[in-house]
């Protein structure tokens, strides 16, 4: 795992947590790809991607999400994000990404939200 | 050539031998030297023993002879006076028994005393107790006062004569009588004396003794003339020689003929006759060797001599030769010794660089190898070199070598061929993503200025792929007569799928722009074409504006494009333009987009860019930043499109640095001016 990106995975029930770290770009969104695989093989109920500790998202990165967002619904299930920086945040206003995830202020609303 | 390995190997036998043998040389050459001026010396003293033999042996014969004639003549001379002592008693008795008186009977004693004749040189006399004679066969001697005359011990003979009578009854007196006949050249004479009581006198019996000392002194010359002839025949080691000198510095036996004139001389170095130096020599007897110089053969000759003293003759035995013979033996054996060394030496260099050869040829043909290596084709597969493959079979190290250098070359083929198939690979990759980026270079429009027949606009535009191509895209076209379209759009990620997207993305605007004038329809149409098969998710954000060239409004929409910036003409600062229309285009299916507007002053500039410029990183990671290209644009107000497309990018370039272009650059600058066409040709 490269250093410039790093994960957590919490698991509760059919819940799962995943923290990303770092940054993500080109280089590096095919290690995210590859970690929402491992997070989608376990087929949770729902889906919470923390980004506080995120740094920086590039388009790369916004497309790996999108893929989650596209099969979250296609399956049934949810995905929310939480913990959006005031920077990730603008690159999801500009993109006109935030209309298209659901997304909570902190991770705990994420968690009773996504077991609502 | 002096640092190779042959050489030091070379170098080390040599220097080893020429050790070995210099040592060998040098201990040999002083061992033989000194065993051989020992063996000369020996030889020399042993001339000398043997002469000095020769001489004592005979002179003792002499000798011997001398005390034989002496003891014969002794002898007669006692019988004489035994005689002459019994006749006297006869005319003494004559007086006892009364037919004579004691003065007739003197008398007649005396007188026949004086007419004794006892043959040859011997003499018969009478003397008087005061030493007078008193008879004499020589009847003019009577009366003379032979007792005063000295003995050879220097006392009168009187009182030797005395002395010995009293001693012994007789006396033997040794003298020179002043009175020589004539035609005797020696007066030494040998008296033998008797008492005769009854007369009151002394009888003596005399003889002279030359003759005995000249049979000795025949017999010494007889000797010298033996010896001057042997000691003569003498020969030391060559040119050597022994003579024989007397205590007087006389020569007894002269030396050789061509050193005959070191007699007078003396020594270079000392300045003392050579003579001399002999005779201390001798004296001393030490045995010890004399070294000297001497004028000899034309120039200074060192020359060493033993001296024996022989005393009882009082000569000097002197054995004599020139230094350099008793060492020349030496050296003309050290001079062999170093010829055959220096034939061993050459001999055994020759073998020494053999091996050396032997040991560090197969070095330098491995070094040969080595250096032919890079000039091989590694592309095929290679049979190995056969001088190689030979090395290799030595058990050596050598071989050892061998067989690795053979290891190495096969692992570089391998790893060359590998290398040249991946290298080839990647030149196809490359020549195909060189067309690719010709392709969708062609796919841009590349004339500027675009419209120079129409002055109400100034429109320039520029894209830097971050790799060969990339997903960013700009285009403009006019719709009709007064519509202008211009759309900038940046494609999720980069690279080749990028660029498909984005080929398709600028097809399917071109297409969606035919069919309406409506720029939202067209991002929804755009859109829904994008979303309808994309399991990638990927997906472009999408600037589209459409500028009427008469009234200055732009009717536009944003789907998740950078807002644009306004860089108004009146002197306000350049603000972004944050509305936004929708998600991006492939994003979701089915979205509908707001319609945005905007109206543009005579002389404002809309700057439309990718997030390539914003983001760009230098190498302390730190982006270009939003701020940072709001205030260039403020400063490049009232500047060309051109020039204020230019100077960005070069200010994006120097903020990045050695840093590696992380993403696609576009950006996109469009300057409208309120004038119309017939102005425009008026000016």
Redesign the interface.
Known sequence: MSDNLRFTLERSGSLAVVGVAGRI??ST?ALFEEQMETVFAEAPDAVVIDLEQLDYM???G???L??AA?RTKAQGQRLLLCGLSPNIREVF?????S??FEIADSRSEAQSRAQA | MFRSLRFQLFLGIFVILLGAGGIIMVSTQQQMEQALIDAENRAARNVLNLIELQVSNRYRELLMEKVRIVAERRSTLEQMGNVITATFQAYERLVERGYASQLEAQSLALEWASRMDLGGSADAFAMTREGHLIAHRDRELVGRNLGALPDLKGRSILEATEEGITNFGYAYVIYEDEVVPAGVDDGRRFAYFIDVPEFDLYIGISDRIGDVERYVETGVEATIEVLAESVGQVQVVETGFVFIFDRDLQTVTSPADWASAMVGQSDEQTGQPIMEMFRDAGQSGDGEAVHYTAQLRGGPLEMEAYVSYFRPLGWYVASTVPTDEISAPARALVQRQVLIFAMVLGASLLLAWFFAYKITGPLQRLAAYARRLPTQDFTTAGEGSDALNRLARARSEVGGLARAFGFMEGELRDNIQALLNTTREKERIESELNIAQEIQRGLLPKIFPPFPDCPQIDLHAALYPARHVGGDLFDFYFLDEHRLLFTVGDVADKGVPSALFMAITKTLVKSASGQDADPATMMERVNNDLSADNPSAMFVTLLIGILDIRTGRVEYVNAGQNPPILVPADGKDPSFIREISGPPGGAIEGVSYRHLSLQLDPGDTLVVFTDGITEAMNPANEEYGNDRLLALCGQLRGESAEQMVVTVVEDVNRHSGDATQSDDITLLCLTWQNVSPQAAKDV
Do not use: N
């Open positions: 770009d080109s969104s590039s388009s790369a916004l497309r790996v999108l893929m596209k206003d500009i993109s006109g990404f209309a298209i």
